[in-house]
């Protein structure tokens, strides 16, 4: 039977996940409060709407007489379009708002790991009221993250010794209206993306990518949604061991045998530390950018992902090509604290050469499309190695020039991989 997959969410993410269902037995239909000109050109059908509104959605759904939907961003998981679609009868591949709340609430996610004695966890302490906080900053000895309980798109939390002092630290909780943060012992090491496929209580995870939050080159500045991201042609990263990416999956495992009926991707983010891998969050999504890095090797079509969860099976094992891959994100200048929007894109899904070209947060006007104030576009590269696919992602930003654009030129490439790589050696004593 020919599917009718709805997509929700407009962003490269969801451009990756249009992309990997191009070729599938399904006709894809796609909303999203931006109208994604490269999700539109795939899409049989495209409507605006806000899709953090549940009614929306489902209308829009049982129009197009959806077979399937597919939630890619965290918001509308949060709004519980999820659950909103599932009592219209219409499965979603993405959890339901109660389970969410593992990437949507920090502070549910850590009480869950500890009451569910899921390893990996830092120490923490979660508050409601921020004087106790900021007297737990000046009694605690260490060095601390500060964690916004709510969402804040990845750019709420302030780690104390790396970007904040323990007195810029109090005088951020003070000044910012939080009603509830999470205190969580500082980890040190290499951070890790591994995203699992979890339908009917199994699991298959994807190889691991590493992101880069941080907007400017050298893992300077302030925290991003990412700049981009990178994955080797095997499971594991060039500073990783088989065992540390073992020892991950099975921090996943215990959190999926932990949530009863949790469907759709979970994205643990793992802190590679000298003791071994420890939870710096859960995403109840695909990472964004990562999922440009896993979808483009994902040889399995993920058509038959969908299917299998909505018809109470476990996800198929899943194929990746043994390849590498680089994804780097073009964002507006000044991005993110005063980003400048209206520059017009010079690189099409043509231009781009080798490389893959995913839309963002774009506007397509009748002359051409033009930046927003969010991500614009990223590039991927796909080769055998880090280094190849690194230069055909940089070819594709070539053509794309930067006017008005800012990038961080140095992600995938050897320099930086070979720091990662000392980091490691170094905390391990090696
Ligand atoms: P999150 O929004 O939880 O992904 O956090 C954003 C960034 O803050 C992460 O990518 C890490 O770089 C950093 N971070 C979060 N939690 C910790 C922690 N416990 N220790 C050190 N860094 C952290
Ligand atoms: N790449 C980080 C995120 O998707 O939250």
């Known amino acids: 039977m020919r ?7 407009g962003g490269g ?4 996940i249009a992309r990997a269902l191009e070729d599938s037995e399904a006709d894809l239909y796609a909303c999203a409060g931006n109208k994604n000109p490269g999700i539109a050109r795939i899409a049989v059908g495209f409507e605006t709407l806000e899709t953090t509104d549940p009614d929306a959605v489902v209308d829009y759904a049982e129009e197009v007489d959806a077979t399937l939907a597919v939630i890619g961003p965290e918001a509308p998981l949060d709004a519980g ?7 219209a009868g219409i499965y979603a591949f993405g959890p339901k708002e109660a389970d969410a709340r593992i990437e949507t609430d920090k502070a549910f996610q850590r009480r ?10 830092p120490d923490f302490e979660t508050f409601d009221d921020m004087d106790a906080a900021c007297e737990f900053i000046d009694e605690y000895d260490g060095d601390l993250a500060i964690k916004p309980a709510g969402l804040t798109g990845g750019k709420g939390v302030k780690v104390i010794g790396d970007q904040v002092t323990p007195e810029e630290g109090k005088e951020y909780i003070r000044e910012s209206d939080y009603d509830r943060i999470v205190l969580e012992e500082r980890l040190i090491g290499e ?8 339908a009917n209580g199994a699991f298959e995870t ?8 941080r907007a400017y080159e050298g893992d300077e500045g302030p925290n991003t949604g990412g700049m981009g991201s990178y994955s080797d042609a095997t499971n594991d990263l060039p500073f990783m061991s088989d065992d540390d990416y073992k020892e991950a999956v099975s921090i996943i495992e215990a959190t999926v045998d932990a949530l009863e009926d949790y469907r759709g991707i979970l994205y643990g983010q793992f802190m590679l530390t000298e003791t071994g891998p420890r939870v710096i969050e859960f995403n109840a999504r695909f990472g964004d950018p990562e999922a440009m890095n896993t979808l483009p090797v994902l040889e399995t079509d993920f058509l038959d992902v969908l299917t299998a969860a909505r018809d109470g099976e476990a996800p198929p094992e899943l194929e990746f090509a043994d390849q590498a891959t680089v994804c780097k994100y073009a964002v507006p200048e000044g991005y993110p ?8 894109v010079q690189v099409d899904e043509e231009s781009a050469g080798d490389a893959l070209l995913y839309y963002a947060s774009v506007d397509e006007r009748d002359d051409g499309i033009y930046t927003t104030t969010s991500r614009s576009f990223a590039v991927v590269g796909v080769a055998d190695s880090i280094d190849e696919a690194e230069e055909i992602a940089e070819d594709a930003l070539a053509v794309a020039g930067d006017e008005g654009l800012h990038m961080r030129h140095d992600i995938g490439k050897a320099d930086l991989v070979q720091r990662r790589i000392d980091h490691m050696n170094e905390l391990r004593g090696e």
Do not use: S, W, Y
């Open 81 to 87: 379009v999820a659950d909103a679609l599932e009592d």
């Open 206 to 213: 994807a190889p691991a990518v590493q992101d880069h939050k």
């Open 191 to 198: 951070e890790v993306t591994i995203q699992a496929f979890v």
């Open 3 to 9: 599917e009718n997959v709805l997509l929700i969410g």
């Open 13 to 16: 993410r969801e451009h990756a």
């Open 337 to 344: 604290t005063d980003p400048e929007a209206g520059a017009k």
């Open 112 to 121: 869950f790991m500890a009451e569910n004695d899921i390893p990996g966890c």
